[in-house]
């Protein structure tokens, strides 16, 4: 089955700075990837995703991009505020209908 | 419109116990998931029901999870006997279908405490 990791579990950084989150996987079947963020004690919601058939895609200060030959997909917080602070986690699967394999989540502080 | 729902939002029982977690999809939904989420985890998947075929139960941690649904509609999750380690958030989702256009749902979940 899939298997994802994501790194770091962590993650401080000055408001104005820029966060980068990291995730590999290990089925080369998956084609659809995204990511999540969860505020402490909501429910998780879908902040951008990609399909195997780009390589980037960027939604205002947050992009995600993928490297399918390595097996790995980043996200990228520009400009980041307080109020992205939040878990955020990636996961992969065949596509966006069927089950999703999560990563361990990054806890991320933006620090004002 | 009106998003995912679940019930109850807190379960606190003793162990050995049986709980039901119960999950409304979004309306016309076709795909529900169950997921675990421990304290400071990341989500476990549980269990997948797509319209009327059988539920893909393979994320089912042991034989005292099993889970329910009536059609396209409402779904139930069963823990028998629970455990202490059984405690953790219950989150559902649903999706318009499984495609690859579909994006999941999530409902806030059911915190559920074992004793």
């Known amino acids: 089955g899939e298997n994802v990791e994501q790194h770091p579990s962590t993650l401080s950084v000055q408001e104005g700075d820029s966060a980068v989150i990291k995730c590999t996987y290990s089925d080369s079947a998956s084609n659809y990837f995204p990511w999540y963020k969860q505020e402490l004690g909501k429910r998780p919601q879908l902040i951008i995703d990609i399909r195997s058939n780009v390589g980037e895609k960027k939604d205002q200060r947050i992009a995600v991009t993928l490297n399918k030959t390595a097996k790995h997909f980043s996200l990228h917080i520009t400009e980041t505020q307080p109020e992205d602070s939040a878990v955020y986690f990636c996961?992969?699967?065949?596509?966006?209908?069927?089950?999703?394999?999560f990563g361990g989540g990054t806890r991320l502080m933006v620090k004002p | 419109g009106a998003g995912v729902s679940q019930s109850p939002s807190n379960k606190v029982t003793e162990k050995g116990k049986d709980v039901e977690l119960r999950c409304d999809p979004i309306?016309?939904?076709?795909?529900l998931y169950w997921y675990r989420q421990r304290l400071g985890q990341g989500l476990e998947f549980l269990i997948y029901?797509?319209?009327?075929?059988?539920?893909?139960k393979s994320g089912l941690p042991s034989d005292r999870f099993s889970a329910e649904r009536t059609g396209e509609s409402v779904s139930t999750l069963t823990i028998q006997r629970t455990q202490q380690e059984d405690s953790a958030v219950y989150l559902c989702?649903?999706?318009?279908?499984?495609?690859?256009?579909?994006?999941?749902?999530f409902g806030p979940g059911t915190r559920l405490t074992v004793l």
């Open positions: 029901f797509q319209g009327n075929s059988a539920p893909d």
């Open positions: 996961a992969a699967g065949p596509n966006a209908g069927n089950m999703l394999t």
């Open positions: 989702a649903s999706s318009l279908s499984a495609s690859a256009s579909n994006e999941q749902f």
């Open positions: 309306s016309g939904h076709t795909a």
